[in-house]
């Protein structure tokens, strides 16, 4: 278990360079860095007041970090050597937009809306320069807006063709067509309480944080179906958020949200455990 010290709530979780990770501070905003190997981490940035940090993807290759901003309708983007804010974005007006993950494909980032039927996109060009958003409307099974969180967890394939989509009312997951927004659901799975999800080749992890596990599911070659191949729970689960992927293992974000909202828990961290 990996302590992330001074951290006074946490929700989302990227993978960086070799065992580095990201972690952000939900109801703060500031950015953590840790070492999954090393089981370290301390704080990055120290982000200004008024911001959140939920779903994030790190860019490696041009020291970017996407943090989504949850409540406050916002998304930002900072540099992760130097800690400065490269960009930020008002998706729509706080209260009414809830930005709460992000993917990365080559062409840019993609952010959910857990309030509304919709998806944004930042372009990223190859020198590294975010680009203006665009909102993409879903249709389909997906764009149905239910309960207090929809759309959720997000990842896209790496030819970047589509996005899957966690729907956390639903307890489902769908394929996105990021060019029409066009949805299908994923047959054959059901993930109560779903919030974040990771996606490598044909696996995906799907986090249930009120559930306190990760159903490991294969995916069928054209996306349209899946199956539970394992449920991963550990004692050190305290309302899990979401997670990432280091080889054979997972990082898991202990959000402790069954404490309430802002949460009152004190120490926040990070839990390894066999994906």
């Known amino acids: 278990m990996i302590v992330l010290p001074g951290a006074s709530s946490a929700e989302g979780i990227a993978a960086g360079r070799g065992s580095t990770f990201y972690a952000g501070d939900y109801f703060r905003g500031d950015i953590y860095r840790g070492d999954a190997e090393a089981g370290t981490a301390a704080r990055l940035i120290d982000v200004p007041r008024g911001r959140h940090a939920l779903g994030m993807a790190a860019h490696p290759r041009h020291d970017l970090l996407f943090v989504g901003g949850g409540r406050t309708g916002q998304a930002y983007v900072y540099d992760i050597g130097t800690g400065r804010t490269v960009a930020s974005y008002r998706f729509g007006p706080a209260g009414t937009t809830f930005v709460n993950d992000v993917t990365l494909t080559r062409s840019g980032a993609w952010f ?31 764009a149905g807006i239910k309960g207090p969180f929809n759309l959720n967890g997000v990842q896209a ?3 970047g063709r589509t996005l899957i989509v966690s729907h956390s009312t639903k307890g489902a997951l769908y394929t996105v067509d990021p060019a029409s927004g066009r949805s299908a659901a994923i047959s054959g799975v059901s993930v109560p309480r779903v919030d974040g999800i990771v996606l490598h080749g044909r696996t995906l992890w799907a986090v249930q944080g009120f559930r306190g596990q990760v159903r490991r599911i294969t995916l069928n070659g054209s996306l349209t179906s899946g199956k539970t191949k394992k449920t991963i729970k550990s004692g050190l689960f305290r309302t899990p958020s979401t997670a990432a992927r280091f080889g054979d293992t997972l990082a898991v974000v202990n959000a402790k949200l069954h404490t309430g909202t802002p949460p009152t828990a004190k120490g926040y961290e990070v839990v390894m455990v066999n994906g």
Request: proline content about 12%.
């Open 112 to 142: 959910t809306d857990s309030l509304r039927a919709r998806l944004y996109f930042v372009p990223v060009d190859r020198h590294g320069k975010p680009g203006r958003f665009t909102a993409l409307r879903v249709s389909g099974p997906a």
């Open 157 to 159: 394939t790496p030819d």
